[in-house]
Every structure is written in C-alpha cells, then in structure tokens.
C-alpha cells in the first residue's frame, strides 16, 4: 500500500510530537513537501515549522508571529515509516 501525502504529513507530525515533545511542538504547520527516491525507496520529504524556543510564548499563545524552526522529515512511501528528521535551513531571502 503507498502512503498518500496526507497520511505521510500525519506520520511526520506524529513523529514530531512523540521525539520532541509538546513543549517544542507548538504552532506546526506543513511548509513543504516533495516526492523523491532515497536509497532505491521511494518517499517523501515532508517540511514542518513550529514555534522556535525563542518565541515570545505571550505572542505565540495569541496567534501572533514568532520565530520558527523548520525540520525536514522523510516518511517511506512504502510503508509511512519516518526513517530521519533534520534541521532545515532556510536560506536568506
């Protein structure tokens, strides 16, 4: 069975929550996704930002603007399995 983007984004937000906790995971949203082959296996590189450490919580509890940090998930398309999570640099606009 292939692992549709939507369930794939749901296992990297799994993931996310159940390795980095809920005190490091506010705020997440979907920012990217992406369709490639890693070691002969296809899967998806899947792009999450949340509330950076360093947000103003008054700011981030109000819906308002913080600093985000982004990590980059890849989940096999095979089997929804996440096999790494990185930090993902944005590169200056």
């Known amino acids: ?15 996310a929550l159940e390795t ?3 005190g490091r995971v506010k ?5 990217e996704v992406d369709s490639t082959t ?3 296996e296809e899967a998806w590189l899947i792009t ?7 947000a103003d919580p008054f700011a981030v509890a ?3 603007k913080g600093k985000r ?5 890849t989940v096999l398309k095979n089997s929804g ?5 990185k930090i993902r640099e944005l590169a200056d606009a």
């Open 1 to 15: 069975m292939m692992v549709l983007i939507k369930q794939g984004v749901e296992n990297a937000m799994i993931f």
């Open 20 to 22: 980095l906790g809920d």
């Open 27 to 31: 705020g997440i949203r979907l920012e």
């Open 38 to 40: 890693i070691a002969g």
């Open 48 to 54: 999450l930002s949340m509330f950076s450490s360093e």
């Open 62 to 64: 109000l819906g308002g």
């Open 69 to 73: 940090d982004y990590k980059s998930f």
């Open 81 to 85: 399995e996440v096999t790494s999570m």
